[in-house]
């Protein structure tokens, strides 16, 4: 087994989503991408028409009413990478992402909140004019953890 992928996991998920066909394509994403788990915050949204896979029986899901409880449930170890376009977020190009953690994404309107931003261990963005499709900007990030690069 290769040492670099030892005891490696990741979950994503959306806090306060707008709309349920963004989760629909961003849990289809995770899934195709290597997720261990999927999650939201806030809002709740059944299954959906645009997870085509059923990525929401095919891995875990969790829903959390808010960010403290998502936040006091983490999994140990596992860092918060909040990905959100703001002046002190590391660009994603060349972020290192960590072995175990949690990506969190914010609604399209709204971004992360300021709570959010500040408990996460990291923060990333990528380059981009305008703000990108929650889903889509998600599987950016995942797309790019994919990519051979050192983990931290």
């Known amino acids: 087994m290769n040492d670099n992928f030892t005891n490696e996991f990741f979950g994503i998920g959306i806090q306060n ?3 349920p ?3 629909g394509v961003l849990w289809r994403s995770a899934q195709n991408l290597g997720a261990s788990f999927i999650f939201t915050i806030g809002n709740r949204y059944a299954k959906q028409a645009c997870d ?3 990525a929401v029986k095919s891995m875990p899901y969790f829903h959390y009413d808010t960010f403290e409880d998502f936040f006091n449930n ?3 170890g596992a860092r918060l990478v909040g990905v959100e376009l703001t002046d002190e977020a590391i660009p994603l190009e060349t972020f290192q992402h960590p072995r175990r953690c949690v990506y969190l994404l914010g609604a399209e309107d709204h971004g992360l909140p ?4 500040e408990k996460s261990h990291f923060l990333v963005k990528f380059t981009s004019e305008f703000s990108l499709n929650v889903a889509v900007a998600g599987s950016i ?7 051979p690069k050192p983990r931290v």
């Not at 300021?114 to 931003?117: E, F, K, L, P, T």
């Not at 990030?141 to 990519?147: H, N, Q």
Request: aromatic fraction near 4%; avoid cysteine; charge should be positive.
């Open 52 to 54: 085509t896979h059923n």
């Open 21 to 23: 066909e963004n989760l």
């Open 114 to 117: 300021r709570q959010a931003i």
């Open 74 to 76: 983490l999994p140990k």
């Open 141 to 147: 990030v995942l797309y790019d953890r994919g990519l």
């Open 17 to 19: 989503g707008k709309t």
